[in-house]
Every structure is written in structure tokens, then in C-alpha cells.
């Protein structure tokens, strides 16, 4: 649950889904990075309209455009994840399936509530 | 309303506002700029997470700490246009109040809905 | 700030604004009671789609179209509230605009937050 | 996808969730049901407060606490979805965890946007 720049490394637990290793995004890796670096011109694009004093309004329009970006980049991992984790583990048996649905629950719940 | 990277110049029109040239939110322009700069870090640190091929639950909570920094960072602006600009239109009287509410209101709801 | 079914007060000290008697909403007030027995209606129909066992993603889009009404009935009444009471409290100068703005900004928030 | 009072009939082609006629949230039915007439009585007092002129700021706390239980109970019910109607597609196999988590998916979206 790291939220710093520096970034999470997978808990150790999580390989029943980390046996697949890239956890079901492998293929989307490109498209994702791509989101991501749009998503930081976008941040960078408000860096200088504070800068050059744009009209506050304005920096809202693009801050609700990034936090839109962001949701969608979000919403697009969490289908992989379904996709691939959790019907792993509903085709494993046992306890899994429970954990991974707790777990990706809370995800969204996290998703709503910012 | 510009929602690119490029950013937005003030629109003609808002000069009632940018006659105080700075918006109201001058004296905070460093902290502003501070708090972006964190969350392009943050968006970094994304990147890296699905080049690492971290969880995807771990990234997802990153996605959410972002997310919440950028609303942080749009209400500490919003705050400020409404102490400034929606208020001087108030002092001025005649309809620009109308029309600064109405724009805010708009921000706002576009805000909610991201 | 009671969030119960009972419903709020008041609080003493909102005079200010409370000396207009009707905060600016009470041109609005029919149709606000409107939307709000509208809204309820909505409600009454999720518990009608639980009793009948209707599909889960089919609630959850009845959840959503009511989560929007509920949004959009407070913006409507915030943008009322901004046009009224923040901008009287502009033309009485003094702290009070301060105070005003505060008090909207981090209502605003809690909207964001929820 | 009625979003109307009326509610909505499970769409012909969900039979194979509703083959366990009742979605995986039966046994948190009563559970369900008691959490909207808690949330239909908080509708209700905001239609109160609008009538007695309670202060705004007070009504969208209020308004904010029911957009929270409203999107907490989407949360409770889309959990069991996907513990129950989700899982079980991934164990049928075939095409059915696609439609599963798209459908999914896109009700979270709906969730995200409201």
C-alpha cells in the first residue's frame, strides 16, 4: 500500500498472482505507459498555467481532466485484474477467491472515496 | 477550457478577475507549484510500478493517493477564487456575480463528476 | 452538521445569513422537494429491486443514477448558497467573507470526498 | 439498466448468475434492505430541512452522508457479485468471465462518475 513516489513492490503473498507475473496488465504495458506519460504532461501543463498565472478556472478544467485520465487508467487496470487474478483464483478453490475479492473491493472502495 | 498539456491562456473576458492579475492565488504560487510537483512524481512513480510490474492492487492505491492529492490541490484553488474573485464581483455589483457563480458552480460540478 | 434522519438545526451564529430567513433556496424550494421526492422514490425502487432479487449490476445502475440526483441537488443548492450568502457576506466586509468561504470550500469537499 | 422508480427486471441472457436466483446477495438481503430505509429516512429529512429553512451548509453535509451510504452499499452488493456471479463464470470457463468483467467493469465506471 506504498503511495510515494518511490512505488510498491508486489507483497510477498501476492504470488498466486504474481506466478503470472505481470499480473494480467502484461499486454497492456505499453498502452499504460503511455496513459501514464499523457497524465504527466498534464500535470507538467498545470505546472505552467500556475506559473504563468492562468485563470483559475481554467487550472480546474484541466485538474478535473487529469483526475478523469487517472480514474479511466484506473478503471482499465482494475478490469485486468478481474479478468486475470481473480478468475485465477476462483479456478484455484479454496480461500482465494475470498482474499482477492476483499482485496479488490476495498480497491474501489478506495477509487470512490477520493 | 483547454484541457491539454499545452495549458490554458485566460480567456478574454475574465479580465475582472485578472485585473488583480494574479488571481488570487499569487501568495500561494510556490506552495501550488510544490504540491504539482509531488504529484508528477507520484504519476513518475506510476510508471515505474507498471514497468516493474507491480500488483496491480498496489498500483491502484498510487492511482488513488493521485487522484486525491489532484482534488486536494483544485479545492485549495477553488478556495482561493471564491475568497477573491467571486467575492470582488459581489463588491462590484451588477450581474458579474451571477456569471462568477455560475462559472465556479460549473467547475465544481465538473470537479464531482471526474 | 447532524447527518441524521432527524435533520439539522440551524446552528446559532449562521445569522448572517439566516437573517434572509430562507438562505436563498426559498425561491427554489418547490422544486427542491421535487428532486428530493424524486430521489426517495428512487430509493423506494432499490428496495423493490433487492426484494425481487433483480440483478446485482442492475441496482447498481439505479445506485448510480441516484448518487448523480443526490450530486446534482447539492450543486444546485451550493450554487444558490454562493450567490446568497458568500457574496452578502462580501458586501458586509470584515471577517465574515473568510469565514463563509471556509465553510463552503470544505462543504465542497466533504461533496468531493464522498 | 432502468434507472427509473420503477426498477428494473434482470435483462434475459443473466441467467447464468440468476440460475442462483438470487445473485449472491440473498443472505444479505435483510441486511440490504434495512440499509436503504436508513438511507430513504436520511432523503427524507433532507426534504425536511428544505422545509424548514435549515441553514445550507447543514443540508449538503447532509446530502454528503447520503451520497456515502448509497455508494457503501454499491460497494457491499458489487462485492458479492463478484465473489459470487463473477467467480462462478470463471469456473464455467468459455467466453462468460469476459462479459462478466466487462459488465462489471463498466458498473464501476458508472460508480466512479456519479
Redesign the interface.
Known sequence: ???????????SG?TE??DH??????KQ?DE??KR?????????????????????????????????A??S???Q???????H???????KGGDE??AK?????K????????
Chains 1, 2, 3, 4 share one sequence.
Open positions: 500500500m506504498t503511495t510515494t513516489e518511490a512505488g510498491a513492490t508486489a507483497p501476492q498472482c504474481a507475473a505481470t499480473h494480467g496488465y502484461h504495458k499504460h505507459l501514464l506519460r499523457r497524465i504527466e504532461g498534464q500535470i507538467r501543463g498545470l505546472q505552467r498555467m500556475v506559473d504563468e498565472d492562468t485563470y483559475c478556472i481554467d487550472i480546474l478544467t484541466q485538474v478535473s481532466a487529469s483526475t478523469k487517472l480514474q487508467f484506473a478503471l487496470l482494475l478490469e485486468e485484474h478481474l479478468r487474478c481473480v478468475a485465477d483464483a476462483a479456478l477467491i475470498d475479492v476483499d482485496e479488490a473491493t480497491a474501489i472502495g478506495r477509487l470512490l472515496r477520493t
